[in-house]
């Protein structure tokens, strides 16, 4: 993690001379340009085909590929980049959230207001639940970025002041917080709250996490096919997990167990 870069590369982008008229302005968003010019300066190394498709990134790491949502759009990719290289893929979690509001009519913002959400590494288990198969591939891994963000929001939901069911226009990233790295199997338990009971349940762990139930669920179902946490049984009709032993090499001993056989 390197802040000094982080602002670098914030500092750029905003102040670049192709965005004339403020934000939102290139096909890009600003969070998506900052990060990949924070992980790759050079613009050379940018916007490379590979097969059919362009990445984000390609330098000595190998492929970095920068999605802030739909990991499902990242399938096919995936199967083409995966076949050639290591691809890291990496996803911007807002820690702390600043929101602004827009008023489309007259274009006026609101003072910025602080989210009572904090963003965690968690986060990603319900878009990772959408790539699940390209997991165990030991090219793959993941980097998942924390940062400060101001977020913009258009005043046209349905509800009466306008705010539910509203379209995001832009968010700006204004500080670094931290970045998770998930390099091997072991380090999925990077992605299991302290919280929970031993053993525990989807309920508990989407209180530990600070997920929804169904959320939770999706999340424990990747954790346990990673070999993250093991099922040990069912209270109710829910499954019961623990922790998974891990050991060096960097597979868990249920799945070292698993390829033995």
Known sequence: MNRSLFEQACGKVLNSESKPNGIGTLGEKTLHAVIKNYFEPDPAKHEIKIGSYIADIVNDQGILEVQTRQFNKLRNKLEVFLSVSDVTVIYPVAHTKWLIWIDEQTGETTKKRKSPKTGQPYDILFELYKIKNFLPNPRLKLCIVLLDVEE?????????????????YERIP??????????????????????????????????????????????LNVLNFVGAVTR????????????TLNKPNG????VQHEIKE
């Open 152 to 168: 913009y929001r258009f005043l046209n939901g349905w509800s009466q002041d306008k705010k539910k069911g509203s379209s995001r």
């Open 174 to 219: 204004t500080g670094l917080i931290d970045e998770v790295s998930i390099n091997n199997r072991n380090d999925y338990s990077k992605l299991i709250p302290e919280g929970p009971a031993k053993p525990f349940t989807s309920k508990e762990f989407a209180k530990s996490a600070g997920l929804s139930l169904s959320t939770s669920q999706a999340a």
């Open 232 to 243: 040990t049984g069912k209270i109710g009709n829910r499954y019961v997990y623990e922790r």
């Open 251 to 254: 597979l868990p001993l249920s």
